[in-house]
């Protein structure tokens, strides 16, 4: 029997075709997506859905699809749908993440042009048959500086682009290495660099922890007096409160904005307020990119229904099913190492190196190598996945290589990573142990056995009495629960690292408790998918 596929977004009737041509035996309903209640009662017939943003797939509707095997969002964006319950369940979930870069990144041209000029005041005064030259008075983009906050696939057509038009480009991006911002011919800066030089600021990064109100009141205050700002990314990347006061005491000159904290946005502190440019959400909203992001997802599920390939899956490895079987722990351990890797590193990485040894050195390393290369990738960019991150590493300029070797230790195998920077190197290795679970085995050449869990704390410091009682002592106090405790040293007296397994994340204000005792050169709280 042919799988069966429900679209139930409005998706172009080429791409239903791709899916007729294939095989599959599709249903094309693009209004189903906005009826919860039926949408959950049809569910259960389908292999796959092919869906755009209007449909959510919530957890009830995951529970009554009990035969789904695959999501297809056209589009990068999956914030609609559980990932978690559609991975418990073993539906994978795919996105489109290149369909619609050049989209966005024109549109975000585009505002930067509508603010400089005042375009959308201008032609609506013209409209009401005013004629106000004088008013409407803007500057040009030649000759003017562009901060680029976040250099990767969108960032870097902006920088291309702004290049084009005769204006200096600086770039802040904790994944761009110096050779390839010259490369790209732009300035490789800090964030509070960016802020006091930039004429113009676009922002082209997730929406993750680290990037939530990057722009904060206190950055806003930061930047250049007259500076504009434009935001085709993601929400909550700019206090808007905070612009908005900015916007009416001058200091901010304009703003253009396509993304809100909240959406849909019926209201906001930007809006009605002189020279600032509002779009709903337009980035990726061209009828090419439409288009492309619809293609591309019909034959990606084909190609799952069908083959069993997977293409741009963000809770799946790209494995056959025999591998799986062998492989799964190993994948996951992978993933936790460049995890680490990723959370305990701030500067750019220049390299990337991987050893397998022993019985893991036989496996599909390819595999591997994108679990590793995504672990270390989602600090800062969470939508990142197996397909994705070697391509993102490679237009970063970040080199990977990898080592196998016959076994050399006590175990049967283990996998070893180790991160290159400007300043330092950093590694970690870890092994399956026979029970299935992965664990750390090394960390700086320290040899530890750690249960890897959810929330961990990593702390270093020098080997002397008195750390596991101050440890222990200090999250008991603050109702923090350890369930596995972890030490190693170099040697007696040297450098010492503590790893412990929380049953929730450290607060903060433990570990400042922990800094006051002076005992402690890091104190770095770690979190993990072991789900």
Known sequence: ??????????LSEAAVQIFRDRGIDVDFQPDVGKDKEKLAAIIGGYDGLAIRSATKVTEKIIEAATNLKVIGRAGIGTDNIDKDAASKKGIIVMNTPFGNMITTAEHAIAMMFAVARQIPEASASTHDGKWEKSKFMGVELTGKTLGVIGAGNIGGIVCDRARALKMKVLAYDPFLGEEKAKKMGVEKVELEDLLGRADFITLHVPFTDQTANILSRENIAKTKPGVRIINCARGGLVDEAALADALKSGHVAGAAFD???KEPANENPLFHLPNVVCTPHLGAATTEAQENVALQVADQMSDYLLTGAVTNALNMPSVTAEEAKVMGPWVKLSAHLGSFI?????????????????????MNLEALNCSVIAGIMKKVNPDVNMVSAPFIAKERGIQISTTNQDKSGAFDGYIKVTVVTAKRERSVAGTVF????????????????AEIGSHMLYTTNEDVPGIIGTLGQTMGDNGVNIANFTLGRAEAGGEAIALLYVDEPV????????A????FTQIKPLQFDVA
């Open 1 to 10: 029997m042919a799988p069966k596929v429900l679209i139930s977004d409005k």
């Open 434 to 449: 026979s029970d299935g679970k992965p664990r750390f085995i090394q960390i700086k050449g320290i040899n530890i056995d």
């Open 507 to 514: 607060p903060a204000e433990a570990r400042a408790k922990l």
């Open 516 to 519: 006051e005792t002076g005992m």
């Open 342 to 362: 990723g959370q305990m590193t701030d500067e750019p990485i220049r390299a990337i190196n991987i050893l397998y040894d022993g019985a893991v050195a036989e």
């Open 259 to 261: 993304v809100f904290a």
